[in-house]
């Protein structure tokens, strides 16, 4: 188009230490409390975070580091690794949060992969990091994050945090640059295949702040004090790093101990508002909580997603008075794309109209389109009824993963990898992984309905649920149960308990084929079920003849 007339407003760039900035000027009080590994709470103002954050920016300036350079981190969710967050992105660098959890030579694929120059690391990883050096020889600094006078390891070349900072004066301008410039880095748990890598701007993930403060996203406000579970190494803790600074509200980081206990006490001792983490995290803050007959006085608001939140779970935390926000996103998009809400002109008239659309993965924000498509790219209706693969894009969603050199868009969408419907008003409800779907006579019949309707029987844990080859149906759900350890029946009148409890709640020909008992369901380095693990398991399971 020619002749364009632009505006005549102020064109700063939207970059990652304008956060920090603002935050320090407009919310001086803010505070950032951290239980840290060793075992204490600290406590400080964002001023300081904020001048800490600029020492160690110094500190990175003083090596010579090119900028897009990428700085790792290994890392519990702490003040030292939010002063990374902010430091090493607000002056050019690439924060590239690890996941620990993997297995090593999978963290030395991902470091050798992401070409990391720095890893910072936390105390509890010492015994990873010594495993790690031999196989990353590109990483030239081992930083360990803990108070001046310890000592990390007896291994050679291993820094220490705090005096790598403590020579600069925090006396520091930001940088100025391009917003689409990257800024952090996270790689997806790769279930199959290597890990990839997720390269985020300054400009998506200011983006994806401001869309996940919103009221009816998470509703993050000044007058909350926000508890992330999600780890700082899974998908930036959901953003909240971020979007809890950009709307002034303190912070409670919890680091290494995420027991139902540990979690309890940190939201009743800090007076938490709000929080957020997979459902599994959650379950273990449940169990306390009944086992000791106890109540929340502060928490009032939780957003559970990385998997689906059980009915149940839901239910629990409205008996405790906690509203739980069902929320859906994954790696490739920073991660947040819905959220449930209910909107005015939704027929929620009755409570279970209403809990139907808590229950399902929700509405976009904005900035994020969605559409559903069959195996051909063809668009499907929007009826609540078709189901098919689920398509994504907006500013915040990956166009490529790092270093890949070839898109990972079709038709300029980016394709999910999870099968769902979505309604009239445009309410999404996923039906499974794709590759999780149970195809049984030509039908797919959705595993996380059953596991849904499992996880809310009394006596069961969790509950997960995979497809078994059958000769008639090619497929058939076997649902594979963690049961509660105060049983007084036997596992075969839980079985048919658990069967029994399936019945009017979905259609019969759903209904799993058998029902086996493990001790633990094998969790991802994310807190999910690992259903992969399961099916190789179960793989040769002989279905009961019916
Ligand atoms: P990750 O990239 O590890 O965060 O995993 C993203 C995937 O987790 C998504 O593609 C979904 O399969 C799953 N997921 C995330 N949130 C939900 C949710 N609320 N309900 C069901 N599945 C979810």
Known sequence: MTNQLFGQMMDSPLLISNILDSASRHHAKMEIVSKRVEGDIHRYTISELHIRSKKLAQALEYLGLKMGSRIGTLAWNGYRHLEIYYGVSGSGLVCHTINPRLFPEQIAYIIQHAEDEIIFFDLSFRTLVEHLKPLCPLVKKWICLIDENLQATSVENIENYETFIANSSGVYEWPSFDERCASSLCYTSGTTGNPKGALYSHRSTILHSYASALPDSLCLSAMDVILPIVPMFHVNAWGIPYSSLLVGANLVLPGEKLDGKSIYDLLESEKVTFSAGVPTVWAGVIQYIKNNHLKFNHFKRVV????????????????????????????????????????????????????????????????????????????????????????????????????????????????????????????????????????????????????????????????ACIAVAHSKWGERPLLIVEKKSELTISEEELKNDILKFFEGKIAQWWIPDDIVFVDKIPLTATGKMQKMKLREQFKDYLLPTL
């Not at 139907?356 to 929700?362: A, F, T, Y």
Request: with cysteine; hydrophobic share 40%; glycine share 10%.
């Open 304 to 463: 559970i997603g990385g998997s689906a939140c059980p009915p149940a779970m839901m239910k629990t935390f409205q008996d405790l008075g906690v509203e739980v926000i069902h929320a859906w996103g994954m790696t490739e998009l920073s991660p947040l794309g819905t959220v449930a809400k209910p909107k005015s002109s939704d027929n929620c008239k009755t409570k279970e109209a209403l809990e139907l659309i808590h229950q399902k993965q929700g509405r976009v924000i904005f900035g994020v389109d969605m559409k559903i498509v069959d195996g051909d790219l063809n668009k499907l209706p929007h009826d609540g009824k078709a189901f098919g693969d689920l398509n994504v894009k907006g500013p915040w969603v990956i166009n490529q993963y790092f270093k890949v050199n070839e898109s990972a868009l079709k038709d300029g969408w980016f394709p999910t990898g999870d099968v769902a419907n979505i309604d009239s008003d445009g309410h999404m409800q996923i039906t499974d992984r794709s590759k999780d779907v149970i195809k049984s006579g030509g039908e797919w019949i959705s595993s996380i309905d059953l596991e849904n309707i499992a996880a809310g029987h009394p006596l069961v844990t969790m509950a």
